[in-house]
């Protein structure tokens, strides 16, 4: 099995859209340029959604057209409708995320709509992204529990995923949402989407809330899953997902998979420094326990 692991980050998009005060274009372009440089090759810098609905994330276009050219990195962006996609076309993205729901209820509050009529939404913007050559990606959130139903049925996770690979989604990206899962429950439910997708189609997005992220990456490792989302210094969260905390911090990702001896091209050292400058900006310590170990290792080392 492939000992290359694939990091997609999400810290711009899925950690700042949950700052009560939102993070101003600089920093946000700041941020995604110190990633890159650290070596991460996938990354979602914002999204296109209603202003009103979300805030923080108004300006993404504004953040894409600041951005460097960054040769051999894919950038991405949330887009929720036709509307989000047409924006994602006029900057240029080569790369966008639809995002659907296992739970009727999160859909309904996250989108405003049932799930069927979410991925009647998702038909023109499938027919843009075919048109222009753009790769979609596919989030199904509250894989492992919603925080309005509880338990979500294994059928409705499945179904969900399949419905977006057959229409074309490249990966399907199972959110567990409000990090309530664990290694048995992602062996159960990421076990049964792999019986039916393959694990080359499936990556994990583990919200780091009760602790269980890493451990639950292990257990898709365990199946050979290669794919995984994170978010520097932890930030993150969902402001329709009440309770739900930090995605699983990047630094502890990378620093679980160099000691599993898996490559990820990035570099901890670069990694942690994006995430002492986000956390600076926010003004707060960073939520990776790695990122705070490295912090310490360096003021000790500066003052020595
Ligand atoms: P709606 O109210 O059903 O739709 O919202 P609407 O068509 O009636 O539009 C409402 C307003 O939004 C209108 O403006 C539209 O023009 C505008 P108004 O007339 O009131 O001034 N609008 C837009 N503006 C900009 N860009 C657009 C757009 N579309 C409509 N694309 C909608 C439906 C989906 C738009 C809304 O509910 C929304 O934006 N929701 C935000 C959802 C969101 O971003 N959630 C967080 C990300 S998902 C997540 O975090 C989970 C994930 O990380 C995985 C996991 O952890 O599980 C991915
Ligand atoms: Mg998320």
Do not use: W
């Not at 039916?196 to 189609?201: K, T």
């Amino acid at each position: 099995m492939s000992d290359i692991v694939r990091v997609f980050e999400v810290g711009p998009r899925d950690g700042l859209q949950n700052e009560s005060v939102p993070v101003g274009t600089q920093t946000r372009v700041d941020l995604i340029e110190r990633l890159t440089s650290a070596g991460i090759r996938r990354l979602e810098a914002g999204s296109f959604v209603s202003p009103k609905a979300v805030p923080q994330m108004a300006g993404t276009a504004e953040v894409l057209r600041a951005l460097r050219p960054s040769p051999g990195v894919t950038l991405s962006v949330l887009v929720p409708n036709i509307r989000g996609m047409e924006s994602a076309v006029n900057a240029g993205i080569r790369e966008v995320a639809v995002f659907a729901s296992a739970s009727e209820t999160f859909s309904q509050r996250n989108i405003g709509c049932r799930i069927e009529e979410s991925f009647a939404r998702f038909e023109p913007v499938m027919a843009i992204a075919r048109d222009n050559g753009i790769a979609v990606r596919g989030y199904v959130s509250c894989v492992l529990g919603c925080p309005y139903e509880g338990e979500i049925a294994l059928g409705s996770v499945v179904g969900t995923s399949q419905r977006l690979a057959a229409m074309g989604c490249y990966e399907i990206s199972l959110g567990d949402t409000i990090g309530i899962g664990t290694a048995g429950s992602t062996r159960r439910i990421f076990g049964a989407v792999c019986d039916e997708l393959g694990h080359d189609l499936v990556a994990g997005h583990f919200h780091d809330t009760r602790g269980q992220a890493l451990a639950n990456v292990l257990a898709c490792l365990d199946m050979g899953i290669r794919s995984f989302d994170s978010s520097v210094a932890g930030l993150g969260g969902c402001p329709y997902a009440p309770g739900a905390s930090g995605n699983l911090a990047s630094e502890d990702l990378v620093y679980m998979l160099d000691g599993l001896g898996m490559e990820t091209g990035i570099s901890l050292d670069l990694l942690a420094d994006a995430g002492d400058f986000i956390s600076g900006a926010l003004g707060r310590p960073t939520g990776s326990r790695v990122g705070k170990a490295l912090h310490g290792v360096r003021r000790a080392a500066r003052a020595a």
